[in-house]
């Protein structure tokens, strides 16, 4: 018997608008990129709730409608400037350094191209394998590793640079 | 897991959980599919009595294609092309996004080549299939009418088709049948043996080559 659409929204929803705000970073994106996924979801939702994967339906949608959207607005990201990223998380004397690393990492993940950001997304907020990446992302699993490798080496080597000007 | 995993995971589910769905989340995404489904119906509609006027595309003949990408078993066919005084494109009028393209089915020739008589477009297909079905056999509609209609009842993401008609795939010299959409993409149209199946690809345009060559 196929779930209801309503009460699996309600279930899944908030963790896929969730997922929408970590790869646009924008709280309105994200709710729309939810929307516009679910909306293809309840086109095929007798056949995708019995037989198929909803959630990974509903991800790839917003993956695939985020890249479309960026290509044909040419919308695009703030990057921060280097010099800028240096003092993300340093100059917040009055919170911990736990609250000040979580502040620095995100503003560090908004920096990272688009794809580097969708790979992190989904290999530590979605807990995806990198096959299940390259499915989604419709690239090879090397591929998978090598936006990875990069992201977390940037986002490492900017946080020990941040951590040791912040001990200067 | 080091650090930088545990700092991931924690930021990541901390600020996912910052952002509340809005709470008839259900409710618009149902709305929005009803407005989704009603644009495919309007489409095909608006196809299907274009196609009426695509009357000399034959029947296919079994031939198999060697096209790269082709995911088709050996001794698949393709759409034979047009013969006789049939043009090899008929357009449906572009509108701008978000019209209804049955409203007005004026020809427009502003999309898809203009061939000289007895010529039809090169295809050019590139990848693999990106989208199947069941076609529809019933023997009262020409090949290309049924094929264009399931293929259109099928899909979800184009917009209204502009233009579409016959032509000549550049791998294996058989007539296929292309459709151009408004936002200009284009896909090719290929029948399995039986006719029971379509498959579709996404293509380019080329210049005119004379029909069967």
Same mark, same amino acid.
């Given at each position: %018997?196929?779930? &209801?659409?309503? *009460?699996? !929204?309600?279930?899944?929803? #908030?963790?896929?608008?969730?997922?929408?705000?970590?790869?646009?970073?924008?709280?309105?994106?994200?709710?729309?990129?939810?929307?516009?996924?679910?909306?293809?979801?309840?086109?095929?939702?007798?056949?995708?709730?019995?037989?198929?994967?909803?959630?990974?339906?509903?991800?790839?949608?917003?993956?695939?409608?985020?890249?479309?959207?960026?290509?044909?607005?040419?919308?695009?990201?703030?990057? %921060?400037?280097? &010099?800028?990223? *240096?003092? !993300?998380?340093?100059?917040? #004397?009055?919170?911990?350094?736990?609250?000040?690393?979580?502040?620095?990492?995100?503003?560090?993940?908004?920096?990272?191209?688009?794809?580097?950001?969708?790979?992190?997304?989904?290999?530590?907020?979605?807990?995806?394998?990198?096959?299940?990446?390259?499915?989604?992302?419709?690239?090879?699993?090397?591929?998978?590793?090598?936006?990875?490798?990069?992201?977390?080496?940037?986002?490492?080597?900017?946080?020990?640079?941040?951590?040791?000007?912040?001990?200067? | 897991?080091?650090?930088?995993?545990?700092?991931?995971?924690?930021?990541?589910?901390?600020?996912?959980?910052?952002?509340?769905?809005?709470?008839?989340?259900?409710?618009?995404?149902?709305?929005?599919?009803?407005?989704?489904?009603?644009?495919?119906?309007?489409?095909?509609?608006?196809?299907?009595?274009?196609?009426?006027?695509?009357?000399?595309?034959?029947?296919?003949?079994?031939?198999?294609?060697?096209?790269?990408?082709?995911?088709?078993?050996?001794?698949?066919?393709?759409?034979?092309?047009?013969?006789?005084?049939?043009?090899?494109?008929?357009?449906?009028?572009?509108?701008?996004?978000?019209?209804?393209?049955?409203?007005?089915?004026?020809?427009?020739?502003?999309?898809?080549?203009?061939?000289?008589?007895?010529?039809?477009?090169?295809?050019?297909?590139?990848?693999?299939?990106?989208?199947?079905?069941?076609?529809?056999?019933?023997?009262?509609?020409?090949?290309?009418?049924?094929?264009?209609?399931?293929?259109?009842?099928?899909?979800?993401?184009?917009?209204p088709i502009s233009a579409y008609g016959v032509g000549t795939d550049s791998a294996s010299g058989q007539g296929v049948v292309w459709i151009q959409f408004h936002d200009q993409s284009t896909v090719e149209l290929v029948s399995n043996d039986s006719h029971s199946r379509w498959s579709s690809y996404d293509a380019t345009l080329g210049p005119c080559v004379p029909i069967g060559s």
């Amino acid at each position: %018997m196929a779930q &209801d659409f309503s *009460d699996w !929204v309600a279930a899944r929803g #908030p963790r896929l608008v969730g997922f929408g705000y970590l790869l646009c970073r924008d709280r309105d994106l994200a709710q729309d990129l939810a929307q516009e996924a679910l909306a293809r979801l309840h086109l095929h939702w007798q056949r995708i709730s019995r037989g198929g994967d909803p959630e990974a339906y509903a991800r790839r949608c917003m993956l695939n409608q985020l890249l479309t959207w960026r290509r044909r607005r040419s919308w695009s990201e703030q990057t %921060m400037e280097s &010099d800028r990223l *240096d003092r !993300v998380g340093v100059d917040t #004397p009055d919170h911990s350094d736990r609250i000040g690393t979580h502040e620095a990492m995100w503003a560090l993940l908004g920096a990272l191209p688009i794809r580097q950001r969708a790979v992190v997304v989904l290999r530590f907020y979605e807990d995806c394998t990198d096959a299940e990446i390259a499915d989604l992302l419709g690239c090879r699993q090397a591929t998978v590793r090598s936006h990875a490798s990069k992201a977390l080496a940037r986002l490492r080597d900017q946080l020990e640079r941040q951590t040791q000007g912040a001990q200067l | 897991m080091n650090d930088i995993d545990t700092v991931l995971h924690e930021v990541l589910e901390g600020y996912a959980r910052d952002v509340t769905p809005s709470p008839d989340l259900a409710a618009r995404a149902a709305r929005r599919s009803r407005q989704i489904r009603h644009r495919r119906i309007a489409t095909a509609s608006a196809t299907t009595a274009a196609v009426l006027g695509v009357t000399g595309v034959a029947a296919a003949s079994a031939v198999g294609n060697g096209r790269p990408g082709s995911n088709h078993t050996p001794g698949s066919v393709k759409l034979a092309a047009p013969t006789g005084t049939v043009g090899p494109r008929t357009t449906v009028a572009p509108l701008p996004d978000g019209q209804d393209s049955s409203a007005d089915p004026s020809p427009s020739p502003g999309f898809g080549p203009t061939c000289p008589e007895g010529e039809a477009p090169m295809v050019r297909a590139a990848g693999a299939a990106t989208d199947s079905g069941d076609q529809s056999n019933d023997t009262a509609q020409t090949l290309t009418q049924a094929l264009m209609q399931s293929y259109l009842s099928a899909i979800s993401n184009h917009v209204p088709i502009s233009a579409y008609g016959v032509g000549t795939d550049s791998a294996s010299g058989q007539g296929v049948v292309w459709i151009q959409f408004h936002d200009q993409s284009t896909v090719e149209l290929v029948s399995n043996d039986s006719h029971s199946r379509w498959s579709s690809y996404d293509a380019t345009l080329g210049p005119c080559v004379p029909i069967g060559s």
